[in-house]
């Protein structure tokens, strides 16, 4: 016997728990980019409509801020179910990674989406000002001036939602997703088998540290320039 099945003894299938941690990574990674993509837009759109803002237009944000809100607002794995006909119509599953996908951008965009916007009305207003004044069109104070300006925010924004879709993927395994959260739900807890539950969060706790390292050390290095 080896000494990790004499430390966890109801572990019959390592490979399982490894396989279960790709699918996890996979989740992170795919949903994480394509969060990204549909939530800085969002987010650069809640900033300019925004009161006192470059282009503000008070209806236009009103129907956004509170679509974002309503999104926000919904508890994930709920959110889950109630989307099962929306994922099942855009991947041809309801089930696996590919149906976990669609639910856990739908879940984060909204909430990236306001950590844009929060990271762009931090930059400093004279700098606007002075893009204005040389005659920068609206598109080119944007990508030339807010989003490089809001870079370490912008990044630190990633960080929070990379951070907040690892439990969103654990919550999933629930409802079938697959991954880490899935090996804990069936044999953790409907098993009773401790040992896949001690070990999914201490890797949950791992990838949750690392990504953090990471986030903390790109955001430092913007901060410093």
């Given amino acids: ?48 409509t925004g009161k006192g803002q470059l282009r503000p237009m008070p209806k236009l944000y009103a129907v956004t801020s509170l679509l974002v809100n309503v999104l926000r607002s919904v508890p994930f794995i709920i959110l889950m179910i109630v989307l ?8 041809g599953t309801k089930l696996g990674i590919r149906g976990a996908i669609p639910p856990l951008v739908i879940g984060a965009a909204p909430f990236f989406a ?68 899935d090996l804990a739900y069936r044999y953790g807890y409907l098993s009773y088998k401790s040992d896949y539950m001690l070990v999914t969060v201490v890797l949950l706790i791992v990838l949750v540290q690392v990504l953090q390292m990471i986030g903390d050390r790109i955001v430092l290095r913007y901060k410093q320039r």
Wanted: glycine share 14%.
């Fill in 114 to 181: 306001r950590l844009v916007e929060t990271a762009l009305r931090e930059v400093q207003q004279g700098v606007i000002e002075a893009s204005q004044a040389m005659g920068a069109s609206l598109w080119q104070i944007v990508r030339h001036v807010l989003l490089p300006e809001a870079r370490g925010g912008l990044f630190a924004g990633i960080t929070v939602t990379a951070i907040a879709l690892v439990g969103y993927t654990a919550m999933g395994g629930a409802i079938g997703s697959g991954g880490l959260g």
């Fill in 1 to 48: 016997m080896n000494p990790l099945q004499k430390l966890f003894p109801n572990i019959d299938d390592w490979g399982e728990i490894g396989r279960a941690s790709i699918d996890t990574l996979l989740m992170l990674g795919g949903s994480l980019a394509l969060t990204v993509l549909i939530g800085l837009p969002l987010g650069v759109l809640l900033y300019l």
């Fill in 84 to 91: 099962m006909p929306v994922t099942y119509a855009l991947v």
